[in-house]
């Protein structure tokens, strides 16, 4: 179920984000073309030296959003790539328990990364203790 949830969401974002990629990449090339016109028409003298040093800044300034955001975006899709890669993992390594009938340290060393013991909380007049278990590939679960 984890899976599944996760997977489609997931796709949907990297479809989003691969739209994004594209078109920002697209930009990034065609002001590379402008540059270059821009260039031409400075030297044949059909602009002022002022006018080419506005533009010129103005598609430079452009230019550098647009690498950061290819970059950003690239980044959060290798990080989603490895997201779903670690989750495959910690599928097939619950599918190799299916029926399980007795927990071994093995199996905690295959499921668990760690075990988080906070202190314990009283405030309600019980004692309760928090505990954040940690999976292998996946972090910590959130109910």
Do not use: C, W
Not at 73 to 81: D, P, Q, R, V, Y
Not at 82 to 107: C, G, H, P, W
Not at 115 to 124: G, L, N, R, Y
Request: charged letters at 35%; proline letters at 1%.
């Amino acid at each position: 179920m984890l899976s599944k949830n996760n997977e489609t969401a997931s796709r949907k974002k990297a479809a989003k984000q691969k739209k994004e990629l594209a078109a920002a990449q697209k930009r990034y090339d065609e002001l590379d073309r402008m540059f270059n016109r821009l260039y031409e028409d400075n030297v044949n003298g059909k602009i002022s030296d002022e006018r080419f040093a506005k533009m010129s800044a103005s598609y430079e300034s452009e230019q550098a959003e647009l690498a950061d955001t290819i970059k950003n975006i690239s980044k959060n899709l290798n990080t989603e790539k490895t997201e779903q890669d670690n989750l495959r993992q910690f599928v097939a390594v619950a599918k190799k328990y299916t029926e399980l009938m007795e927990l071994s340290t093995e199996i905690l060393h295959d499921f668990i990364q760690k075990i988080v013991v906070h202190a314990p909380d009283k405030s309600s007049g019980k004692r309760v203790v928090q505990l954040d278990i940690y999976y292998n590939f996946i972090g910590k679960i959130n109910e």
